[in-house]
């Protein structure tokens, strides 16, 4: 999948240590995303430079987060694979619908946004958000986390 960048963060997803992937190529358009004018050129990140990479720092993160985009189901679901192979926890941000992402990939993920960003409605610190965080392991809203 073509992406433009990746690091370890502590905000996308709560109580954990995160390296997020940024996927690159969202259709969805939402006013002022924050990808949208982006000036960097995104690059082609494979399953096997994720193998590569979470030997590496697998000991030190807790769960991996896919971060919009437009991803390839198939790719999507080789990469949830190697992230489970390290034990590690997943999560996917999207603007799509939980009724859009399919069972096969939800299953295979233990946390998931969903929902378009809506500028005058808010991200997930917003109490007035459309988004919704799912931890879906304990089938359980938990934007609260976030506020
Ligand atoms: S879903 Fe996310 S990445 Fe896609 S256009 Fe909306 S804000 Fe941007």
New binding site residues.
């Given amino acids: 999948m073509k992406i433009y960048s990746e690091m370890i963060t502590l905000q996308e997803v709560p109580d954990e240590i995160t390296y997020t992937i940024s996927v690159h190529g ?5 006013k ?5 004018n982006v000036n960097i050129e995104p690059y082609e990140f494979t399953n096997k430079m994720l193998d590569i990479k979470l030997k590496e720092i697998s000991n030190y993160i807790s769960c991996v987060c896919f ?3 437009e991803w390839n189901r198939f790719e999507l679901i080789d990469m949830l694979d190697t992230v489970k192979k390290y034990n590690l926890k997943t999560c996917l ?4 619908e939980l009724f859009d992402i399919d069972v096969y990939i939800r299953d295979k993920l233990d946390y998931i946004k969903v929902g ?2 809506i500028d005058e409605l808010g991200g997930l610190k917003s109490y007035s958000t459309n988004q919704t965080f799912w931890d879906l392991k304990n089938n359980e809203i938990i934007n609260r986390k976030f506020h």
Avoid: V
Wanted: charged share 5%; with cysteine; net charge positive.
């Fill in positions: 969202c259709q969805l358009g939402c002022n995303c924050s990808w949208a971060l919009g985009g941000y999207t603007g799509l378009r960003y």
